[in-house]
């Protein structure tokens, strides 16, 4: 009898202990998750979605979490695969939209509206020019540079080196400098 107390009292005190660490993993991390659920699906909504599903997977495995040395980079790891697979299943039921992913900006007061909207076309052709980059040199560029993740940080979330993070980030901006180039001309 005393045998089961003191192994029950062990459970309630390690699930408790388990219950702390992920409360502290959502009240340090959940920043970093919403951001790089937002890098990839670039859209609030989604991105506070992905951030919610990712938590809860978090919940489910905690008990793994006490191992966890880097748990920074294994819910950046986790973050980059749920978003990643959300983006994909998105794509495909919106597929044949012609509608989906359009945004609107709002005119802000005091602004021209050629100004706005030439902004809006800068973002729109850029974001292009970025999507239409190879998928290992787009993720590397969008967290390392976009995002500003730490290239260690990203390395653990692709599964590469850091020195191939920094090279595909290199190529990826060179593949965009070029395109831009071709698209608006050298600067004089």
Do not use: C
Request: charged share 30%.
């Amino acid at each position: 009898m005393i045998a089961e107390s003191a192994m029950a009292g062990g459970a309630i005190a390690l699930a408790q202990q388990d219950d702390d660490l992920l409360e502290t993993a959502v009240r340090e991390h959940a920043r970093l998750v919403y951001r790089i659920a937002y890098s990839v699906l670039r859209n609030p909504a989604d991105a506070e979605d992905a951030t919610q599903e990712i938590f809860l997977r978090v919940l489910r495995y905690r008990e793994k979490m006490a191992g966890i040395h880097n748990q920074k980079a294994w819910l950046a790891r986790i973050a980059w695969r749920v978003a990643v697979q959300r983006r994909k299943t998105m794509a495909k039921a919106a597929a044949g939209t012609e509608e989906a992913g359009k945004t609107t900006t709002l005119i802000a007061p005091g602004h021209e509206a050629d100004r706005v909207l030439l902004e809006q076309e800068r973002s729109a052709v850029l974001e292009r020019l970025i999507s239409a980059l190879p998928a290992e040199l787009r993720d590397a560029l969008v967290l390392s540079t976009l995002e500003e993740i730490a290239p260690r940080e990203v390395a653990a979330m692709l599964g590469i080196t850091e020195a191939a993070v920094r090279s595909r980030s290199f190529r990826a901006r060179e593949i965009l400098r070029e395109r831009l180039v071709a698209l608006i001309g050298p600067r004089n």
